[in-house]
């Protein structure tokens, strides 16, 4: 039992520590070799090239270990939600269960808001789940959508200024024979090859999570059906406002939110529990509290 014990505590270290040490490392990694093997030896320690890339690989960083460190939110951390009976907030609720009642989670024991779905691998119920990322280790949810998001756009930047830059230093080794072949450093050549591998994933990555973010609509929500608490126009997405109010809801209305990782910008007032939704979602509350209000009635009249 004690060998068990230890495996596991062992497993759970490693799969919390291996993401993000692996990717701090290909970061200062790739740092490293630009400015010692790039810039000061091939551009004579060129301040534009050394500032830009090291503005884009500390921003890249940053914005990483705040996705980290702020978490995405769980319906656990709210007390209200963990009671037997049905709380209050629950009402506005507009997604249900097949059988049309509440949506509850028997291994967390809380009632699960809209937007909120459980995580086998987290083992606990995450506040608007958009995916379980492995480059963290941890789920992108609520609280750390937006710094999900600058940390693609920032890296993205990075990357693509690392890949140009050893693009170019090979072009002149290998074509225009404008350095001498002493100073070639294979650690340029590695940086080239995964910038090019990397650039690509995390571009169409960046493109996919950007226009989802314009539709206000979770990664789990494009390939999963809802069930609302209406019949009719149930494949509608009752959370997009429009590409504004979705972009502004989960970047901030500030520019430095917007652009930098500063604050904790949550657009709606739900706190992840309730959310803002279009017409048709108002429709849908609003019959939903238009039958409750006639069930009631006729219990009394009853």
């Known amino acids: 039992m004690g060998i068990y014990n230890i495996a596991n505590t062992f497993c759970v270290v490693l799969t919390c520590t291996f993401p ?12 490293w070799t630009m400015i010692f093997k790039v810039y000061l030896i091939l551009y004579n320690g060129s301040k534009f090239c050394i500032c830009i890339t090291t503005f884009a690989f500390v921003l890249s960083l940053w914005t990483y270990y705040k996705v980290l460190y702020t978490g995405s939110g769980s319906p656990v951390d709210y007390p209200e939600l963990r009671g037997e009976n049905v709380p209050l907030c629950m009402s506005d609720s ?5 059988d049309g009642r509440y949506r509850y989670c028997t291994k967390c024991r809380c009632w699960k808001p809209d937007r909120t779905h459980h995580c086998s691998a987290c083992d606990k119920c995450i506040l608007k789940m958009d995916h ?11 609280k750390n959508y937006r710094f999900f998001v600058q940390f693609l756009c920032w890296s993205l930047v990075y990357l693509l200024v690392v890949t140009s830059m050893t693009f170019n230093v090979l072009y002149g080794f290998f074509v225009d024979g404008k350095w001498d072949t002493e100073l070639f450093s294979v650690h340029v050549l590695l940086v080239f090859c995964l910038g ?13 999570t950007i226009y989802q973010m314009c539709r206000n609509r979770t990664t789990i929500e494009s390939y999963e059906r809802q069930r609302y608490r209406h019949t009719a126009r149930r494949h509608l997405n ?21 652009v930098m ?11 992840g529990v309730s959310f803002e939704t279009n017409l048709a979602g108002e429709e849908f509350v609003n019959s939903r509290n238009l039958v409750a209000r006639l069930s009631s009635e006729l219990e009394r009249s009853v």
Do not use: A, Q
């Open 20 to 31: 993000p040490l692996s990717v701090t490392l290909l970061f200062v990694w790739s740092y």
């Open 94 to 98: 507009i997604t249900m269960k097949r």
């Open 132 to 142: 379980h990322c492995p480059w963290f280790g941890i789920c992108i949810g609520y």
């Open 196 to 208: 090019v591998v990397f650039t690509l994933c995390i571009g169409v990555f960046t493109g996919f």
């Open 238 to 258: 009752v959370f997009d406002l429009g590409v504004t109010r979705n972009v502004l809801s989960i970047m901030g209305t500030k520019w430095y939110n917007i």
């Open 261 to 271: 990782p500063v604050g904790n910008v949550e657009g709606d007032n739900g706190g």
